[in-house]
């Protein structure tokens, strides 16, 4: 039997609302998961623009005098790198910090974060110790200052004690021309 | 049965209790304990920066541990808690807190989900106003006589059927 339609059909577009909003949400949440160059551990750093924090301590190296914050900022641009001997993407980066600072002729200052003194030395021996001074951060209270959350980190500070630049992991080498870029920018 | 209860209830109570262990270790005690209680208030709201979704309290990753102890300096140092979270949030950036802040860039945390429901509500609402039928909307015309034939047949049926 046939039936007469009394009820006007309900309009569809506004269950589209909810369905377009969830829809929005998933494709946003898709897209920064599959985002191919997307480091999720990375983290700006809020100490861009801001005086260096302080690299003062003894040095890794038996016999160098204590490092000073004099070191950094003074009379050009420093990268201030942080590592240890335990860091395998330290090592990835080794040779492209050696290259900046005997090629480029830029200063550089390590922070061994909590290392066996005797492993970080190692380490130097090993592949060549490309540092103007390193500071032995026995306790971390150095790195944390600077707000380092993984090694290595690297900052670029200028000739006035101002950070400008913060990479984050390795140095590789076809980043090195950008960071040179910038190193020079400070200068 | 009572003791199958009994296992149920101690699994649930496991499963619930979740990762009850700190990772403060005993010798971080502070040696006043005034400071030792400010200190693992703020130890929960700071998040560990490389395990994303843990406080320093709960992790016991290396940075979590300098962190506590950066805490703990500032609090010999003299700080408030404020004081104390800023001169984190200056290193490591509002991420570091576990309680996001109100700023441009949580706005989309803070707002979109009761932008979410209100648009949710609006839905539904014109969706209900749509499918009532108002009465002066109602078909009004007379019926054809062709409804009217069908009508009766119907009615006649309906008859037919309750009086066998």
């Given at each position: 039997m046939e039936t007469v339609e009394t009820k006007r059909r309900r309009p569809?577009?506004?269950?589209a609302i909810p369905l377009a909003a969830f829809g929005g949400v998933v494709g946003f949440l898709a897209y920064m998961l599959l985002?191919?160059?997307?480091?999720?551990t990375y983290l700006p750093s809020p100490l861009i623009g801001k005086p260096a924090p302080s690299v003062a301590g003894p040095s890794l190296l038996e016999g160098a005098g204590d490092v000073t914050d004099?070191?950094?900022?003074?009379?050009g641009p420093v990268l201030v790198n942080f590592f240890a001997s335990w860091c395998l993407p330290c090592r990835v980066e080794h040779p492209v910090l050696t290259e900046i600072a005997r090629e480029a002729g830029v200063t550089l200052i390590g922070v061994n974060y909590k290392d066996a003194p005797d492993a970080g030395r190692a380490f130097l021996d090993e592949l060549g110790n490309p540092y103007a001074a390193i500071v032995a951060d026995q306790t971390g209270a150095i790195s944390v200052n600077w707000g380092v959350?993984?090694?290595p980190e690297t900052f670029v500070v200028d000739a006035d004690g101002t950070i400008v630049y913060r990479h984050f992991g390795p140095i590789l080498p076809e980043q090195r021309d950008e960071l040179m870029a910038i190193v020079e920018g400070a200068s | 049965m009572i003791r199958r209860a009994t296992l149920l209830g101690a699994a649930l109570a496991v499963l619930l209790a979740?990762?009850?262990?700190?990772?403060?270790?005993?010798?971080?005690?502070?040696?006043d304990p005034a400071l030792e209680a400010r200190a693992r208030g703020l130890y929960q709201e700071l998040r560990c920066v490389v395990c994303q979704n843990q406080s320093i309290y709960d992790s016991d990753a290396e940075i979590a541990a300098d962190l506590r102890a950066l805490v703990r300096e500032r609090l010999r140092a003299g700080d408030t808690d404020p004081e104390v979270r800023d001169y984190i949030v200056a290193r490591?950036?509002?991420?570091?807190?576990?309680?996001p802040p109100m700023e441009p860039l949580t706005y989309a945390l803070w707002f979109g989900p009761p932008a979410l429901l209100v648009a949710g509500v609006v839905a539904i609402a014109v969706w209900r106003r749509r499918a009532a039928v108002p009465l002066d909307e109602a078909p009004d015309a007379p019926l054809s006589d062709e409804e009217r034939v069908r009508l009766a047949a119907l009615v006649d049926e309906g008859d037919g059927e309750q009086r066998a």
């Open positions: 569809l577009w506004p269950v985002l191919d160059d997307r480091d999720p004099g070191m950094v900022g003074a009379g959350t993984g090694l | 979740g990762p009850a262990a700190a990772a403060v270790m005993p010798g971080e005690a502070m040696e490591y950036g509002t991420y570091v807190l576990l309680d």
